[in-house]
T-cell receptor
């Protein structure tokens, strides 16, 4: 079965600092997609970043970047220059590329950014 | 463009009552997903549709749950009869094509007393 593990239930960081959230997954497939979603207290689910497994280059979106290690099945999210608005739950999600469009979510990491 | 629209935003009802949650996907999105979020189980996919046809309903917990998509711009998730353990946040999401990021609605917080 395909699973997604986020081993850090909670993290905190000071404003303007850098923080890295961990995610590992288990799959036997060679091609798939990985996502990070953010859920602020308002409850919305907001896409942060997307990575395709066949692409070697790590995805980047402004202050957000990933460290994708395919062999290790690791997909961590780095937030640079943290802002108070980054306070949220962060979910890592996995989508196999064949046969299904199901998103499998991790349990989430609650990130608190302090002034 | 309007995003995924869900209604109601909050629903409180008594055990045994029928509950209907509604979703309007983004125009042009051929895939529609229903998720449930609870503290115990996290985010789990209940069912998804492609071009109004249910593709995978393996996540629907039991026969009390049903979902329909009568046309490309509307879907419902119905619980009948409702039970306290159905209390959760229910999200609807849509995407235009396969393997693309899903766009989520604001969710419906359902409380069954």
């Amino acid at each position: 079965a395909q699973t997604v593990t986020q081993s850090q239930p909670e993290m905190s960081v000071q404003e303007a600092e850098t923080v890295t959230l961990s995610c590992t997954y288990d799959t036997s497939e060679s091609n798939y997609y990985l996502f990070w979603y953010k859920q602020p207290p308002s409850r919305q689910m907001i896409l942060v970043i997307r990575q395709e497994a066949y692409k070697q280059q790590n995805a980047t979106e402004n202050r957000f970047s990933v460290n994708f290690q395919k062999a290790a099945k690791s997909f961590s999210l780095k937030i640079s220059d943290s802002q108070l608005g980054d306070t949220a739950m962060y979910f890592c999600a996995f989508m196999p590329s064949y046969n299904t469009d199901k998103l499998i979510f991790g349990t989430g990491t609650r990130l608190q950014v302090f002034p | 463009d309007a995003g995924v629209i869900q209604s109601p935003r909050h629903e409180v009802t008594e055990m045994g009552q029928e509950v209907t949650l509604r979703c309007k996907p983004i125009s042009g999105h051929d895939y529609l997903f229903w998720y449930r979020q609870t503290m115990m189980r996290g985010l789990e996919l209940l069912i998804y549709f492609n071009n109004n046809v249910p593709i995978d309903d393996s996540g629907m917990p039991e026969d009390r749950f049903s979902a329909k998509m009568p046309n490309a711009s509307f879907s419902t998730l119905k619980i009948q009869p409702s039970e306290p353990r159905d209390s959760a946040v229910y999200f609807c999401a849509s995407t235009p094509v396969r393997n693309q990021p899903q766009h989520f609605g604001d969710g419906t917080r359902l409380s069954i007393l």
